[in-house]
């Protein structure tokens, strides 16, 4: 299938773009400001399906609304019309449209030439009234509270919000990127004169604010966000797609001693925490139980033996681990257990624990396996 892009460099042409290039089944014609109209004319001579996404937010003067948002639509339009073009064709038009500013009124103005070629030539027609879309690769300081705010944040520049109380409207790119994708089939149901994307995410601007900085502080604290939360999940994604080139890395504390060491991961508030354990040749390290607090051992590199034995019982119990096997050994509570390393090298253990360490609260008690 031959696909047109308009808008081919934006934000939405970029995701879009990049999700159909990972299929044989489509050719993508990429329109730009750098086409020449014989380059465009071919395209929509060839085209089966268009994605009509070029338009014109930010200009320098307010004429140009009409001229990216309106003008260009009825050229492209034309063009297709001139080629006697079957193939249907999606629009990504905004919310603003239903607003009476010189934005909105471009954008309602290119709707209507899209219904208008709809009953001139039958041809099916999409047409999306987008709310704010955020997502890897949106341009910072431009169409974007979310871009720029990760942007900023990401890279320790101020930010200015004027309402944190503003409820906004916000669609995640993956999401249009589908469901842009959907029409693909021709047969998609449009209950109204518009299609939707959904889910809608409705968050005031401060919440957004909050988790972001939050998402900068936890790499510090070793935490990870919570992911069950879908907006908070997108919006970690596209906060992370900020990040400078050179900081993609960053520190862990590991506590040292003659033994080996001993590194915490990652935290959670939900799901407890990771670590990795390094043991010395020869060395046991464990010899405690625990009330509720439970773990899971896995032994990535040398090797060992796990032991236990209930408390109240003198009865030894041994796992034998390895990286020859991974396999993951579960730490039950009401069992005293240690591990030692039987090899000659380093034995590197990632574990994982129900909950975050917690000083005051350590449910650890000592005992010899």
């Known amino acids: 299938m031959n696909i047109l892009v308009t808008g081919a460099n934006g934000f939405i042409g970029k995701n879009l773009i990049a999700d159909l290039n990972y299929s044989t089944d489509y050719k993508v014609f990429k329109v730009t400001r750098d086409t020449t109209d014989a380059e465009l004319e071919g395209y929509c001579e060839k085209a089966d399906f268009v994605y009509h996404l070029a338009g014109v937010n930010r200009p320098s003067d307010e004429s140009e609304f009409m001229k990216g948002n309106y003008e260009f639509t009825k050229k492209f339009l034309k063009k297709l019309k001139e080629k006697k073009s ?10 603003q449209a239903e607003k009476y500013n010189p934005y909105g009124e471009s954008k309602r103005a290119g709707e209507e030439l899209v219904f208008k070629y709809k009953e001139e030539t039958g ?3 999409f047409v999306y009234r987008l709310p704010n879309v ?9 169409n974007s509270v979310v871009a720029t705010f990760c942007h900023n944040i990401a890279n320790g520049l101020p ?14 790119i993956d999401d249009v990127v589908k469901e842009f994708k959907s029409t693909l089939t021709h047969d998609k149901n449009i209950p109204n004169r518009f299609c939707e994307v959904n889910p ?10 909050e ?3 939050s998402f900068k502080k936890s790499r510090e604290k070793r935490t ?3 992911m069950n939360d879908s907006f908070t999940k997108k919006l970690y994604s596209t906060y992370l797609s900020y990040l400078p080139e050179n900081q993609f890395n960053y520190d862990l504390k590991m506590n040292l001693d003659e033994r080996g060491s001993f590194t915490e991961f990652i935290k959670t508030v939900d799901r407890g925490q990771v670590s990795v354990n390094v043991s010395k040749p020869g060395v046991t390290k464990g010899n405690h139980w625990h009330h509720s607090k439970n773990e899971k051992f896995l032994v990535v590199s040398g090797e060992g033996v796990i032991r236990f034995r209930k408390i109240g019982s003198n009865e030894l119990i041994e796992y034998y681990v390895s990286e020859e096997n991974f396999e993951v050994v579960d730490i039950p ?12 090298k380093d034995m590197v253990t990632v574990m994982w624990a129900n909950e975050i360490f917690d000083p005051e609260n350590a449910d650890t008690y000592f005992e010899e396996v």
């Open 333 to 344: 509570t009401g069992y005293t257990h240690n591990i030692e390393n039987l090899g000659e």
């Open 224 to 226: 990870i966000p919570d």
């Open 200 to 209: 809608v995410h409705e968050v005031k601007l401060g919440k957004i604010v």
């Open 211 to 213: 988790l972001i900085y």
């Open 134 to 142: 955020f997502g890897k690769w949106s341009k910072p300081n431009y």
């Open 159 to 172: 930010i200015t919000v004027n309402d944190e109380s503003v409820n906004l409207k916000l669609v995640y």
């Open 86 to 95: 079957k193939a249907p064709i999606l629009i990504s038009s905004s919310t």
């Open 123 to 125: 041809n099916n027609v």
